[in-house]
């Protein structure tokens, strides 16, 4: 191998692109060429420096609460336009980047003519669609707008015609699954979100259903909703770190005091040593002596010692009962 | 069956399942869009955390990354792979969220939680056996690199991320970018020519600090 070589494997590998190959090629060149030893130890001491920027991995909590926000927006935006399943072939991309300009055979624009033609004659002697065809019934639709026409004394409305549909099944079913999981993410309507997270319990250490519950957890308006999420993720706490980060987010920024305490409680069941260091955080870091005093006692039933700095706001009171006051 | 192909099998279910979510999605099926959200975002809020100065900018990234390719999906042909099509939305929301920041002259707010306030530290954010002055050290490095990335312009700084921390080939960064390798390459190699020029006095302190790469998923014996 010539310099000019190892320079150009230089490159591969100030890219992030060199083989284990051009690793050892690289190796036994610069065994014998000092210069090039010198150029490979620069390049392989700057990708050690890029690597130590970490930025930290997204949390399930992060994740779930921009999905939340994501499924908020979703539903608020019109119906996407629905993709056909036949087009003019002349306008395809494709046929636009092989041709440049599509090609009008006679047949082509013959067909155009008679379309024309046709359309014309329709549009004249074809009762309107609009005002001729019974309206829907009113449970089937849904107007998007209202808007003059062109005509004077017209007007045109655009609507959606929803078709209800049912499906039944177990809730393993991935199609049930999907309507669960957007059911449980519509605050609009409590009752069902409560319905779909008990549907979805059993299925809650799966990831997709893991996200949803978290993002209930963390972002639905109604403290009900968030209980019943919290509920169902309990028997993930023992197993998974992410749902503890999120337990002790709940602990420090969930408004509802009640809701508060069972977060505590969900943290006491984790393995001991990790339940006690996420409590004896709380029991300093949280800004309610409430819920400071829970954790205390909650450290005390697992034979852990509390910090002296948790001691300090709250002078040798009993612990309360663990009896959660939901709002 | 070898672990090989049983790879291969679990692969092409994947992509099996994809197309059927994306023409599901295609057909009207808000479900079968979310649910391709779902295999598809934690990448696309990776890059937006890296590319913003605050959580939120990185939130708002991802959100408009999903509208347009929600509004777009139409239009999608299957002539590349989805997920090339959803990294090149996701790369042009966030040229424009960083063209949009260079002309603000934004402070980066790395420090920050959500709300402004320092957020919670997990106890598996320490990597076991170092000492503190190694992660001091490795903190400082890091901000450094984020001030000199911050001087990138858009383009290089978004090829370098996707090189460098996102792990993508120069072929797969000019499919997203719309452009060649080379092209790609170039932007990478001006890129770094501007890092290192930036960092130079840093440089020669870099093999010493590789020993301090975390073993990722390992909890520390105390906080």
Same mark, same amino acid.
């Given at each position: 191998? *010539?310099?000019?070589?190892?320079?150009?494997?230089?490159? !591969?590998?100030?890219?992030?692109?060199?083989t284990a190959a051009d690793r050892t090629a690289l190796a036994a060149h610069a065994a014998g060429c000092s210069a090039c030893r010198q150029r490979w130890h620069s390049e392989e001491a700057w990708l050690a420096l890029v690597a130590q920027r970490r930025p930290a991995p997204v949390s399930d909590a992060a994740l779930a609460q921009a999905r939340q926000a994501?499924?908020?927006?979703?539903?608020? #935006?019109?119906?996407?336009?629905?993709?056909?399943?036949?087009?003019?072939?002349?306008?395809?991309?494709?046929?636009?980047?092989?041709?440049?300009?599509?090609?009008?055979?006679?047949?082509?624009? +013959?067909?155009?003519?008679?379309?024309?033609?046709?359309?014309?004659?329709?549009?004249?002697?074809?009762?309107?669609?609009?005002?001729?065809?019974?309206?829907?019934?009113?449970?089937?639709?849904?107007?998007?707008?209202? #808007?003059?026409?062109?005509?004077?004394?017209?007007?045109? @409305?655009?609507?959606?015609?929803?078709?209800?549909?049912?499906?039944?099944?177990?809730? $393993?079913?991935?199609?049930?699954?999907?309507?669960?999981?957007?059911?449980?993410?519509?605050? &609009?309507?409590?009752?069902?979100?409560?319905?779909?997270?008990?549907?979805?319990?059993?299925?809650?250490?799966?990831?997709?259903?893991?996200? $949803?519950?978290?993002?209930?957890? !963390?972002?639905?308006?109604?403290?009900?909703?968030?209980?019943?999420?919290?509920?169902?993720?309990?028997?993930?706490?023992?197993?998974?770190?992410?749902?503890?980060?999120?337990?002790?987010?709940?602990?420090?920024?969930?408004?509802?005091?009640?809701?508060?305490?069972?977060?505590? +409680?969900?943290?006491?069941?984790?393995?001991?040593?990790?339940?006690?260091?996420?409590?004896?955080?709380?029991?300093?870091?949280?800004?309610?002596?409430? @819920?400071?005093?829970?954790?205390?006692?909650?450290?005390?039933?697992?034979?852990?010692? =509390?910090?002296?700095?948790?001691?300090? +706001?709250?002078?040798?009171?009993?612990?309360?009962?663990?009896?959660?006051?939901?709002? | 069956?070898?672990?090989?192909?049983?790879?291969?099998?679990?692969? &092409?279910?994947?992509?099996?399942?994809?197309?059927?979510?994306?023409?599901?999605?295609?057909?009207?099926?808000?479900?079968?869009?979310?649910?391709?959200?779902?295999?598809?975002?934690?990448?696309?809020?990776?890059?937006?955390?890296?590319?913003?100065? *605050?959580?939120?900018? &990185?939130?708002?990234?991802?959100?408009?990354?999903?509208?347009?390719?929600?509004?777009?999906?139409?239009?999608?042909?299957? #002539?590349?792979?989805?997920?090339?099509?959803?990294?090149?939305?996701?790369?042009?929301?966030?040229?424009?969220?960083?063209?949009?920041?260079? @002309?603000?002259? /934004?402070?980066?707010?790395?420090?920050?939680?959500?709300?402004?306030?320092?957020?919670?530290?997990?106890?598996?954010?320490?990597?076991?056996?170092?000492?503190?002055?190694?992660?001091?050290?490795?903190?400082?490095?890091?901000?450094?690199?984020?001030?000199?990335?911050?001087?990138?312009?858009?383009? /290089?700084?978004?090829?370098?991320?996707?090189?460098?921390?996102?792990?993508?080939?120069?072929?797969?960064?000019?499919?997203?970018?719309? $452009?060649?390798?080379? !092209?790609?390459?170039?932007?990478?190699?001006?890129? !770094? %020519?501007?890092? %290192?020029?930036?960092?130079?006095?840093?440089?020669? &302190?870099?093999?010493?600090?590789?020993?301090?790469?975390? #073993?990722?998923? $390992?909890? =520390?014996?105390?906080?």
């Amino acid at each position: 191998m *010539t310099c000019q070589d190892a320079q150009a494997l230089l490159r !591969t590998l100030s890219c992030g692109e060199a083989t284990a190959a051009d690793r050892t090629a690289l190796a036994a060149h610069a065994a014998g060429c000092s210069a090039c030893r010198q150029r490979w130890h620069s390049e392989e001491a700057w990708l050690a420096l890029v690597a130590q920027r970490r930025p930290a991995p997204v949390s399930d909590a992060a994740l779930a609460q921009a999905r939340q926000a994501l499924h908020r927006a979703l539903a608020a #935006e019109p119906a996407p336009s629905v993709r056909r399943g036949w087009r003019w072939p002349a306008f395809s991309a494709r046929a636009l980047r092989a041709h440049r300009t599509p090609r009008w055979s006679p047949a082509w624009a +013959a067909l155009l003519l008679i379309a024309g033609f046709g359309g014309g004659w329709w549009a004249h002697h074809a009762p309107s669609l609009a005002a001729g065809s019974p309206a829907p019934a009113a449970a089937q639709v849904r107007v998007q707008s209202v #808007e003059p026409a062109s005509a004077p004394g017209q007007v045109r @409305v655009v609507y959606d015609l929803v078709r209800q549909q049912q499906i039944s099944g177990p809730a $393993t079913n991935p199609r049930l699954r999907h309507l669960l999981l957007l059911a449980a993410s519509q605050p &609009a309507n409590a009752g069902m979100q409560l319905e779909s997270i008990a549907a979805l319990r059993p299925a809650a250490s799966q990831n997709p259903v893991r996200q $949803t519950l978290l993002a209930a957890l !963390t972002g639905d308006p109604n403290p009900g909703v968030r209980l019943e999420a919290l509920n169902a993720l309990r028997p993930l706490v023992t197993a998974n770190a992410g749902v503890r980060a999120v337990l002790a987010q709940v602990v420090l920024r969930d408004p509802n005091p009640g809701l508060r305490m069972q977060a505590v +409680a969900a943290l006491a069941q984790a393995p001991r040593a990790d339940a006690g260091r996420w409590l004896r955080r709380l029991s300093v870091q949280s800004s309610d002596p409430y @819920v400071r005093l829970n954790c205390v006692a909650a450290m005390q039933q697992l034979d852990l010692a =509390p910090p002296a700095a948790a001691w300090g +706001a709250f002078t040798a009171q009993p612990a309360p009962a663990s009896g959660i006051q939901h709002q | 069956m070898d672990s090989t192909s049983a790879q291969d099998t679990d692969a &092409a279910r994947l992509r099996a399942d994809t197309t059927a979510l994306i023409r599901a999605a295609q057909a009207g099926d808000p479900a079968a869009f979310e649910a391709l959200v779902c295999q598809f975002d934690r990448g696309v809020l990776q890059l937006a955390r890296r590319l913003a100065a *605050t959580e939120q900018d &990185a939130q708002e990234i991802y959100q408009e990354t999903f509208l347009k390719a929600y509004r777009a999906l139409h239009r999608f042909r299957f #002539e590349c792979a989805f997920s090339t099509w959803l990294y090149r939305i996701a790369a042009n929301t966030n040229l424009d969220y960083l063209r949009r920041r260079a @002309v603000r002259k /934004e402070l980066p707010a790395s420090a920050c939680g959500e709300d402004g306030a320092a957020p919670l530290p997990d106890p598996a954010d320490r990597a076991p056996g170092a000492n503190p002055e190694q992660l001091l050290l490795s903190g400082e490095i890091a901000a450094r690199l984020e001030a000199a990335l911050d001087g990138l312009n858009p383009r /290089e700084r978004l090829v370098f991320e996707l090189k460098h921390y996102e792990g993508m080939k120069l072929k797969a960064i000019g499919d997203i970018l719309a $452009t060649s390798e080379e !092209t790609a390459k170039n932007s990478l190699f001006r890129a !770094t %020519r501007k890092l %290192r020029a930036a960092l130079a006095d840093l440089h020669a &302190a870099a093999p010493a600090l590789a020993s301090l790469r975390p #073993e990722p998923g $390992t909890m =520390p014996e105390e906080v």
